[in-house]
């Protein structure tokens, strides 16, 4: 079996704008500003408005700017998004998100319904435990016809002593015609820099996927 790997470093600055939402929920932040760097000559913001309400709903869109090397724009990415809580838990040892979603990307000519879902538990003082899923049917508007049905789902389990964590994952994309798994392993230096390694395999291609990435973020 052929193996691959691939190293990477990526930098990503996320920034949240907070202006006051009233008395009801005084601590929210109903404006949604995120720029992003993708790569050296790939950027994005996502731009939207978060409602102090029960349900939690927001929309916006995001903008990116693809560019050659020479400066060159070569594309402009738009896609509208929008999504509601569909159910919240919070317990000092669970904690438990279900979120739907609606999203049109104008340049792909597609559109998707999205259901994400998280849940965290604090198995013992020093491990937690934490599942992810996301479920998505799509739409091909050039085709006329829905694309098909995408699925994911990782299973992280940290000890918060030392920010180490262990996650497997696996995924399932265009009605289970392609199947993927994987494994990592994440490093917190800090409280801002993650260094994280991972093996995938894809069953459209002939080997493993090994890759390396640190990244940093903070918020203001």
């Known amino acids: 079996m052929k193996s691959r790997s691939c190293a990477s470093l990526s930098l990503a600055i996320a920034t949240a704008t907070?202006?006051?939402?009233?008395?009801?929920?005084?601590?929210?932040?109903p404006l949604i500003w995120q720029p992003s760097k993708s790569s050296d000559t790939s950027y994005s913001v996502k731009l939207g408005l978060k409602l102090p309400m029960e349900l939690e709903p927001e929309a916006g869109f995001d903008l990116g700017l693809d560019t050659s090397k020479s400066g060159a724009a070569l594309r402009t990415p738009v896609r509208f998004w929008s999504s509601f809580k569909a159910q919240a838990i919070q317990r000092p040892a669970y904690e438990m998100n279900r979120e739907v979603g609606f999203q049109v990307d104008g340049n792909a000519r597609s559109a998707a319904i999205t259901m994400n879902a998280y849940e965290k538990h604090i198995a013992t003082p020093s491990i937690d435990v934490e599942r992810e899923g996301a479920y998505a049917v799509r739409y091909d508007a050039a085709a006329q016809q829905w694309a098909g049905v995408d699925v994911s789902q990782s299973i992280k389990v940290s000890k918060t002593a030392t920010g180490t964590a262990f996650v497997v994952r696996a995924s399932a994309t265009g009605n289970f015609k392609v199947a993927g798994a994987g494994i990592g392993l994440e490093q917190k230096l800090g409280g801002h820099m993650t260094v994280s390694g991972s093996l995938d395999r894809s069953s459209d291609?002939?080997?493993?996927?090994?890759?390396?990435?640190a990244s940093y973020s903070f918020k203001w």
């Open 205 to 213: 291609v002939s080997g493993a996927i090994a890759s390396i990435n």
């Open 18 to 29: 907070a202006v006051g939402a009233g008395p009801v929920l005084a601590l929210d932040k």
